[in-house]
């Protein structure tokens, strides 16, 4: 059974930093691209990043460019989201998802795991 753990979410100030991370079991980690979404009440779950299975490719929506960076560590199989310079718009729930795909994009439908979900809230 594949299971995606998400951690580190919390409450920050406006411009302060915070770094979520994805425990992933029951995959081949290695062959899986690793993405995250965010989710704000009464909105629909949006794209945030996306990194290849072996790293060597990201992509970030235009929103959180600069910003953000997601890294991801097969030994371990972890995917990292570093959040910098945090606004009172990025506050969601922010969810890590997996995909078999080479690069599955940015549509939420095609991704086939997904973790429980971790609150992030910015203050202003």
């Known amino acids: 059974q594949v299971q995606l753990v998400e951690s580190g979410g919390g409450l920050v100030q406006a411009g302060g930093s915070l770094r979520l991370s994805c425990a992933a079991s029951?995959?081949?980690?290695?062959?899986?691209?690793m993405g995250w979404f965010r989710q704000a009440p009464g909105k629909e779950r949006e794209f945030v990043a996306l990194?290849?299975?072996?790293?060597?490719?990201?992509y970030y929506a235009d929103s959180v460019k600069g910003r953000f960076s997601i890294s991801r560590d097969n030994a371990k199989s972890t995917v990292d989201l570093q959040m910098n310079s945090l606004k009172p718009e990025d506050t969601a729930v922010y969810y890590c998802t997996a995909d078999s795909a080479s690069w599955p994009g940015t549509d939420k439908r095609t991704y086939d795991y997904w973790g429980q979900g971790t609150q992030v809230t910015v203050s202003s």
């Open positions: 990194i290849s299975w072996n790293a060597g490719n990201t």
């Open positions: 029951g995959l081949t980690f290695r062959g899986a691209s």
